[in-house]
């Protein structure tokens, strides 16, 4: 029998959105620290943090930030993993692979596929070519077959493609933001519901 999916639903700022997702199944949820429409601040949460049970990862999601940005944020707001989604090198990754947080290596696809663990990694995200946009991309290219073992498919996915996407793919993980929004930055509670049904309705 195959693995159950792990599903990350990013991008939460509400107690109502962290609840629906952590009741729904997410097995993480992520908070964006970065510049974006969905940006939260560390003590916010926390406070949200502090309603997620151990079971759950949460993720601090950082863009071309500094080493003492990322670890004073993560280590105000509390969460268990640390997603770097820009231009990080090796020695990044390094200096904060001994400190307790997974780490997570989000990256655009293009022609070149890299291999989960490159970079130290725990996590490795596929994300769309324009990361945040919610553009869906090519799923079915052949040589997507094998980024490693725990890898994330991300970038357009909805309640409605998600299932199309896991069978084609066949990810160990998927992660949205966009796609359960009721506008940019807005969380829909049934949409996150219907995304993670949806993901785990795969054969």
């Known amino acids: 029998m195959r693995q159950r999916l792990f599903i990350k639903i990013c991008g939460l700022r509400t107690e109502r959105d962290v609840d629906t997702a952590v009741e729904g199944g997410a097995d993480a949820i992520g908070f964006v620290f970065s510049d974006s429409p969905r940006r939260i601040d560390a003590t916010t949460a926390a406070k949200l943090c502090r309603r997620v049970p151990e079971s759950v990862l949460t993720v601090g999601v950082f863009?071309?930030?500094?080493?003492?940005?990322?670890?004073?944020?993560?280590?105000?707001?509390?969460?268990?993993?640390?997603?770097?989604?820009?231009?990080?090198?090796r020695?990044?990754?390094?200096?904060?692979?001994?400190?307790?947080?997974?780490?997570?290596?989000?990256?655009?696809?293009?022609?070149?596929?890299?291999?989960?663990?490159?970079?130290?990694?725990?996590?490795?995200?596929?994300?769309?070519?324009?990361?945040?946009?919610?553009t869906p991309w090519d799923w079915t290219r052949k040589h997507l077959t094998s980024p490693g073992e725990k890898w994330l498919l991300a970038g357009g996915l909805t309640p409605d493609n998600v299932q199309n996407a896991v069978e084609v793919t066949r990810p160990w993980g998927v992660d949205v933001s966009s796609g359960v929004e009721q506008s940019r930055g807005v969380k829909d509670p049934e949409l996150i519901t219907a995304f993670i049904k949806a993901a785990r309705a795969h054969v």
């Not at 670890?71 to 509390?78: D, K, M, Q, T, V």
């Not at 990256?107 to 995200?125: K, N």
Request: proline share 4%.
């Open 63 to 89: 863009r071309n930030q500094s080493l003492r940005d990322v670890r004073s944020l993560a280590n105000i707001a509390g969460v268990s993993g640390i997603q770097l989604h820009g231009q990080e090198g």
């Open 91 to 134: 020695g990044y990754y390094d200096d904060l692979a001994h400190e307790g947080w997974t780490l997570i290596r989000g990256t655009a696809f293009s022609d070149h596929v890299p291999r989960c663990g490159e970079m130290g990694e725990d996590i490795l995200l596929l994300d769309a070519p324009i990361p945040g946009s919610g």
